[in-house]
């Protein structure tokens, strides 16, 4: 097992709180990603996420969380 740094700590953190806000969007039919999830998600690598509905997002989220 890969021993996990605490930048990869931090960003896994960040992803968590920002596919938590996903799901929560997600419930309440929302589509409207703020401009702070988009650049969290652009700062995190994630190309193409501006003009995306939560449902396309939050499997790429997955994605990556779960290949960490």
Known sequence: MVSKTP???R???ELDRVLD???RMNLHDRT?????VTD???A?????TQDR????????VL??????
């Open 7 to 9: 930048r990869l700590l």
């Open 11 to 13: 960003q896994l953190s």
């Open 21 to 23: 806000y996903l799901e």
């Open 32 to 36: 409207d990603v703020s401009m702070t």
């Open 40 to 42: 969290l998600l652009q």
């Open 44 to 48: 995190s690598g994630f190309a193409e």
């Open 53 to 60: 509905e939560p449902t396309v997002l939050i499997p790429r």
């Open 63 to 68: 994605d990556v969380c779960g290949a960490s």
